[in-house]
T-cell receptor, first 115, second 111 residues
Framework: AQSVTQLDSQVPVFEEAPVELRCNYS??????LFWYVQYPNQGLQLLLKYLSGSTLVKGINGFEAEFNKSQTSFHLRKPSVHISDTAEYFCAVSARGGGSYIPTFGRGTSLIVHP | SQTIHQWPATLVQPVGSPLSLECTVE??????LYWYRQAAGRGLQLLFY??????ISSEVPQNLSASRPQDRQFILSSKKLLLSDSGFYLC??????????FGPGTRLTVT
């Protein structure tokens, strides 16, 4: 079984400032890691994913995340945010191998970008 | 490329009425399919998932049911809606256990 903890339910930030959204996970097996973004009244959209290889993953809209196996973290970062980045962000994990096809989602972090 | 459709986009139904939400996927075959619900200001709650035609797994016991009559069609149903069924319903598909691709969602209000 696995679990995901998004440490901040809300992150307010000013436009053009850097931001980090934190995600920690626990799992008894190796995992794949994902970040999704949800704009109001829309479905979730994949931002980026870590399947294997380089631990620094770049995604859409200028976001990146770093997989840290020793700290079981997958924090999302952007060096300079825009008003349009205001949205809900979800971290998710999925087990490598095994019989489960069910990913585990965090509860979400609301990013609020102020002008 | 693959696309996922959900309809209707919004729905207002009285308590005790039936429900049918439909989800279809194009451009892929034998996808894993999922139904989620989001209550206002809350995270995702997995309701059902399916790894093949006629194969449905329920994650939360409630008055909802799901069916997969065709490879790329996933239907969420209820015989009698409750007030607590209100929410934002999301369908998603996945190739194996990798990332998921979500539909636009259905906003259901039970009155």
């Amino acid at each position: 079984a696995q679990s995901v903890t998004q440490l901040d339910s809300q992150v307010p930030v000013f436009e053009e400032a850097p931001v980090e959204l934190r995600c920690n996970y626990s799992s008894s097996v190796s995992v794949y890691l994902f970040w999704y973004v949800q704009y109001p009244n829309q479905g979730l959209q994949l931002l980026l994913k870590y399947l294997s290889g380089s631990t620094l993953v770049k995604g859409i809209n200028g976001f990146e995340a770093e997989f840290n196996k020793s700290q079981t973290s997958f924090h999302l970062r952007k060096p300079s945010v825009h008003i349009s980045d205001t949205a809900e962000y979800f971290c998710a994990v999925s087990a490598r191998g095994g019989g489960s096809y069910i990913p585990t989602f965090g509860r979400g972090t609301s990013l609020i970008v102020h002008p | 490329s693959q696309t996922i459709h959900q309809w209707p986009a919004t729905l207002v139904q009285p308590v005790g009425s039936p429900l049918s939400l439909e989800c279809t996927v194009e451009g892929t075959s034998n996808p894993n399919l999922y139904w989620y619900r989001q209550a206002a200001g809350r995270g995702l709650q997995l309701l059902f998932y399916s790894v093949g035609i006629g194969q449905i797994s329920s994650e939360v016991p409630q008055n909802l049911s799901a069916s997969r009559p065709q490879d790329r069609q996933f239907i969420l149903s209820s015989k009698k809606l409750l007030l607590s069924d209100s929410g934002f319903y999301l369908c998603a598909w996945s190739p194996e256990r990798y990332e998921q691709y979500f539909g636009p969602g259905t906003r259901l209000t039970v009155t």
